[in-house]
């Protein structure tokens, strides 16, 4: 599981630095240059406590069976990607609590520890490191996309409804309502008051805000996209196909049969590749006895073969993600490590644009 600090991440070190070296430089002048060391100690603690955010997702998310890409940190704090296909809404809630429960453990640790720091430079890090962790922890469980508690409200949502769908745009909206909220809090409710909010608040308040506004907006888009896929059977775009050994010859293969487009498969049956007819016509009738289906037949990428596991939801969106991370144009389906058939990018797309009531494409 790779684990990877961005390199903007150096910006949210440089801006901790800034904000808590002059008060530490302030409290201690003995230190001198030294409290702005004491600065980036304050940054590590935070990068700990984002990296062990992200790490209790990648740990829980592998745990229930899906494949964890990486786990990273920048300067809007960090993310871990994962295949969150096959899910169910009892996993995708454990994924998402993990994270504030390892900062709320963290901070309480650390608060447990506190009164025995010796006091100076070691208890205000300590102090700092249990308030960072609580503050983590509250702020992720805000309800609503991109946040953690965002992920437990489509949870939720998917659970009573059976949607996956109408959980992810529920969350995003409920994402946009925080926005609105955060926005109030921290320069409506002062400048009502009469207070004058200073610069570096606003500027923060709106980075984060609009950071939150777009994953919101994507997540309802991206509901709003899984809501038409819930709509086609997957049966509808997956061609019958029959296996060809890729030992067999040019004559052993009719690739106009009617039944079934011809995949040619190893020895355990597992497809390689796509035969073409172009390729095959193209072989002079003096070598066709002689030259193999590995001579004319198309590879297709590894990850081209998409298992089905029954679900027509979920298969189709691992159709969908597969197609976008092979950038392939057909893909191989099997049933129980079967071969099954064969499903063609250009097929899906007419599909889903008849569901939605587009022309076709040309």
Known sequence: MPVYVGSSWLILAVVVIAL??????????????????????????????????????????????????????????GHTTYDPSRGTPGSAAAIAVVGPLSNLVLGLLAWGVHPFAPEGVPSGLLGAFAFVNVLLAAFNLLPGLPLDGGQLVEAAVWRLTGSRPRGRV??????????????????????LSGARPDLFRVVWTVLICAFLWQGATAAIAAG?????????????????????????????????????????????????????????????????????????????????VVPLEGDPEEDLIALVRTFQDTRASHLAVTRGGVLAGVVSVHELGAALDEIQGRPPRP
Not at 56 to 70: N, S, T, Y
Not at 181 to 187: L, P, S
Not at 247 to 255: F, G, T, W
Request: hydrophobic share 55%; proline share 7%; glycine share 10%.
């Open 224 to 304: 709003q996209s899984l809501g038409v896929l819930a709509r086609l059977d997957p049966a509808r775009v997956i061609r019958p196909a029959r296996a060809v050994s890729e030992r067999a010859v040019l004559p052993d293969v009719d690739p106009q049969a009617a039944h079934g487009v011809p995949v040619v498969v190893d020895a355990l049956g597992r497809p390689l590749a796509l035969l073409s007819a172009a390729a095959m016509d193209g072989v002079p009738a003096e070598l066709r006895e002689r030259t193999p289906v590995s001579a004319v037949m198309a590879r297709q990428p590894s990850e081209w």
């Open 170 to 191: 529920v969350a995003g909206w409920c994402g946009r309502a925080v926005v609105v909220v955060v926005v109030v809090w921290a320069i409506g409710l002062p400048l």
């Open 20 to 77: 808590v070296g002059p008060g530490i430089a302030a409290d201690r002048p003995d230190l001198g240059a030294l409290a702005y060391g004491v600065g980036a100690l304050y940054a590590v603690g935070l990068l700990v406590a984002v990296l062990v955010h992200e790490a209790a997702h990648a740990v829980v998310a592998r745990g229930v069976g899906h494949r964890v890409h990486a786990v990273v940190a920048d300067i809007w704090g």
